[in-house]
Every structure is written in structure tokens, then in C-alpha cells.
């Protein structure tokens, strides 16, 4: 936790990856798509990246919460069912939802109503407590892909001891930065806010075509994704929509896992009302019908939402209670026990 | 989120692993809008604790800091 000495501190910068020095001192930071090209002591549009000296510094090699949490609030439907993750989050975020819910920690840099409230991460410190907790190590409640030279720290100390790195990410990336990252990544959970790239620009701030080029990439590299969708009003709640995404994601792999996110009203969308329960419940037919396998709503649909049934025979492999596990039926490889199809994941 | 006794110098808000659920799921559909606001106040060893949840967080957290002076604790995203 922290405490108001470290919150008066301020960030402490360090020298980042993807800087490419260019002419008269400037820097193009390559980490996310926006490629930022940066003047002498200029800081990205995130926030939390700078030119200093004809070098790209970050200021992310840091934490705000370090909190111990159950895989499926990430969520990880399809991963190690059941455990649970040490999960850490920097400040700042490529994007600037208007409906963030985390935006007191992921708006640092673009909001000035939010403060510095991170200190100095202890990469050694994070391992050893996930050992400790046979947990996993996420990062996420912010965007990830900003702190990779932290992720890179961590995943380096974590792999020895066989503990697994997890992304909750917005899946914001340039080709590089999946590139320098994905060796390292167990799975990652991304969120596809829009249907097309005028939605998700007026809602977040930036484009679409990275998100689902990073999807496509970390899953070539052997990384696990699941994909969210948060119904916000005026974006995926909107008629079409949906449909949209879900065939996108089923064109890429029917077998990837797809979470529907309840909207809450929140930051500059307090004038909106919560998403009802009948569109998350509409919004998974329309995941099926797409032809995708795996389509959950987290809690407002009951267990049926939450649970993940056989695609040959219609067996409750994986039954869950609201962000637990109650019982998983699948053997080591992930086969369903009624048939023997088998389930795509990381089970194990 | 909830709110306990007061703390000078204490920051204005701490991000918790977990608070309970005081709302259930099937309750969503009555309140359209989102104007549940429930709370469960606790006399604690140290003090009084209000454990709140609601539909609005902004309007949950307008209420804690109306009843206490101390830090919103509260859950994040993800």
C-alpha cells in the first residue's frame, strides 16, 4: 500500500525499451501505436514516458496495489481454474475510457485530478510472494503493456521458479512491443471495446486494428487470450455492435473465450445508466450465433453465464460460483469427460 | 467500498483485494437506472465501519465520505 511520503515522492524515471533516437534529440517511443515522437523533457501521450536526454525513460517500474486475487476476476475462464494471482498495477494507460472504472490509478498522466500514488517495484519482493502463494503474477487494473520493462524484471525472476506471468491489457501494442514481450507471457486477457475503429476511437482514444493485430500476434507466439467486452453505452451496447465483435473474434478462433462485461456507471459516464441484464443475456446468444464456443457473463446471468460446457455434448466441464471455481471435470489435456473433446486452455 | 475511523494525514482513498458483495445479481434488473445504494455499519474494536456497495460508485463513495472522515477503501477493475 501506499503511503502519502511515497505519494509526495513523485515517479522516479528510468531509461524504457522501444526508444528510437531520432534527429535534433528527439525520441519516437515505439511501445504502443500511438508513436509518440518526443522533444527533449517531453512526455508521451500516456503520461509515464519521456524524452530525457535523447533517451526514452519510463516511469512504471512501479506499483500501486499489490492485492492477492482469484484468477476469474481478471478473467481467465480458461486458465488454471481456481488459482490465484498476485496482482500488481503502475500507473497510466494508453487510452482515456470515459467510463473507467480504475481511472483514479490508470488516468496518472492524462488526468491532472489524478495523483501520483505509486512507489518503487520490487520485482525479487512480487516473486517471492507469488511463491509463496502458489499464485500466479497479473498485472493489470491499468494497462500492462506500459510497465513491460517491469513485466520483463518480474518474468525473468518468476519463470526459474515456475510461476506464470497474466496480462489484463488493452491489447494497445506496436508489433515490437508484442514482439519483446510475448516469450514471457502465460495469457492475456484483452479488451475489444468497439466495432469499428470510429467507436473505439471516441471511446478510448485510439485505434482498433492494433487491438485485434495484438490478439492475432500473441496468439501466434504461443500466448493465451481471452477477450472482454464491456457494454458501454453509445459503443458495444449499441445495436449491431456486438454481432460485429463477436464475428471478428470468431474469424480469428470460435474457440477463444469471450467475456461480456456488465457497464457501471462511472468517471465521465455517471449520467448513463448500468448495462441490464437482458443485453448481457442478448449479448451471449449473439456470441453463440457468431459461432464463438465460450461465451461467459460474470455474474449477472447466474451459473449458467459463468459456466463452460462441453461444445460437442453440452457437459458442464467447468461449473463457477462468482469469481470462484466450484468444480472442474476436465482431465490434464483438458478433454471433456462426457466425449472426450477437447476444451481449449491452459488447464494446468 | 467502505469507510472506517479517521486517520489525519491518511491518503483519501486505499484500493483493497476485496469487499463484499451487498448487491445481488438478480436485484440488477429492479433498479434499471441504478439507484441501490445499500449499506451495513459495524461496530468494530476500532471504531465504526461502514460497508457500502451500490450500482453508481460515484454515488456510494458521496455517501461514505457524507457519513465518515476516514479513507474510502475500495475494490478495482480487473
Redesign the interface.
Known amino acids: 500500500m501506499t503511503t502519502a511520503a511515497d505519494q509526495r515522492t513523485g515517479p522516479r524515471w528510468q531509461p524504457g525499451v522501444l526508444g528510437v533516437p531520432g534527429a535534433g534529440g528527439k525520441v519516437t517511443c515505439l511501445l504502443c501505436p500511438h508513436a509518440c515522437v518526443l522533444a527533449e523533457g517531453q512526455v508521451g501521450a500516456c503520461g509515464v514516458r519521456r524524452n530525457r536526454g535523447g533517451v526514452l525513460e519510463t516511469s512504471t517500474h512501479a506499483v500501486t496495489v499489490v492485492h492477492l486475487t482469484n484468477i476469474e476476476r481478471k478473467p481467465f475462464y480458461h486458465v488454471r481454474p481456481g488459482s490465484r494471482v498476485l496482482t500488481i498495477a503502475g500507473p497510466g494507460c494508453t487510452f482515456r475510457c470515459r467510463y473507467c472504472i480504475n481511472y483514479s490509478l490508470s488516468q496518472y498522466g492524462q488526468d491532472d485530478e489524478v495523483p501520483w500514488r505509486a512507489q518503487a517495484a520490487d520485482p525479487a519482493e512480487i516473486v517471492r510472494r507469488a511463491v509463496e502463494e502458489d499464485a500466479g503474477i497479473g498485472m493489470s487494473y491499468t494497462e500492462p503493456g506500459l510497465a513491460i520493462e517491469l513485466a520483463v524484471d518480474i518474468a525473468r525472476l518468476a519463470e526459474p521458479a515456475g510461476v506464470k506471468l497474466l496480462w489484463k491489457s488493452n491489447g494497445f501494442l506496436t508489433r515490437k512491443a508484442v514482439k519483446h514481450i510475448a516469450g514471457h507471457l502465460h495469457a492475456v486477457n484483452i479488451d475489444v471495446k468497439a466495432a469499428d475503429e470510429e467507436a473505439h476511437q471516441r471511446l478510448t482514444g485510439a485505434g482498433l486494428a492494433p487491438v485485434l493485430r495484438a490478439i492475432e500476434l500473441l496468439r501466434d507466439a504461443g500466448v493465451w487470450v481471452e477477450v472482454s467486452t464491456p457494454l458501454v453505452p453509445g459503443t458495444a451496447s449499441e445495436p449491431g455492435q456486438l454481432a460485429r465483435i463477436a464475428s471478428t473474434l470468431a474469424a480469428i478462433d470460435p474457440a477463444m473465450p469471450w467475456h461480456l462485461v456488465r457497464f457501471t456507471p462511472e468517471y465521465r459516464m455517471r449520467d448513463c445508466a448500468p448495462t441490464a441484464p437482458r443485453l448481457l443475456e442478448e449479448g451471449r446468444r449473439i456470441g453463440f450465433t457468431a459461432g464463438l464456443r465460450y461465451v461467459y457473463v460474470e455474474r449477472a446471468l447466474g451459473e449458467q453465464g459463468r459456466a463452460t460446457c462441453c461444445p460437442a455434448c453440452g457437459t458442464t466441464v467447468v461449473a463457477r460460483g462468482v469469481w470462484s471455481t466450484h468444480s472442474v471435470l476436465l482431465d490434464d489435456e483438458g478433454h471433456c469427460p462426457g466425449c472426450a473433446h477437447p476444451i481449449p486452455g491452459r488447464w494446468k | 467500498m467502505t469507510t472506517a475511523a479517521a486517520d489525519r494525514?491518511?491518503?483519501d482513498?486505499?484500493?483493497?483485494?476485496?469487499v463484499p458483495?451487498l448487491i445481488e445479481?438478480?436485484e440488477?434488473?429492479d433498479h434499471?437506472?441504478?439507484d441501490l445504494v445499500r449499506l451495513r455499519i459495524s461496530v468494530t474494536e476500532t471504531g465504526v465501519e461502514v460497508l457500502g456497495d451500490a450500482?453508481?460508485?460515484?454515488t456510494l463513495e458521496a455517501v461514505l465520505r457524507a457519513v465518515a472522515p476516514g479513507p474510502v477503501e475500495q475494490m478495482?477493475?480487473?
Open positions: 494525514g491518511a491518503p482513498r486505499v484500493y483493497v483485494d476485496e458483495d445479481p438478480d440488477y434488473g434499471p437506472e441504478g450500482l453508481r460508485p460515484a478495482l477493475c480487473g
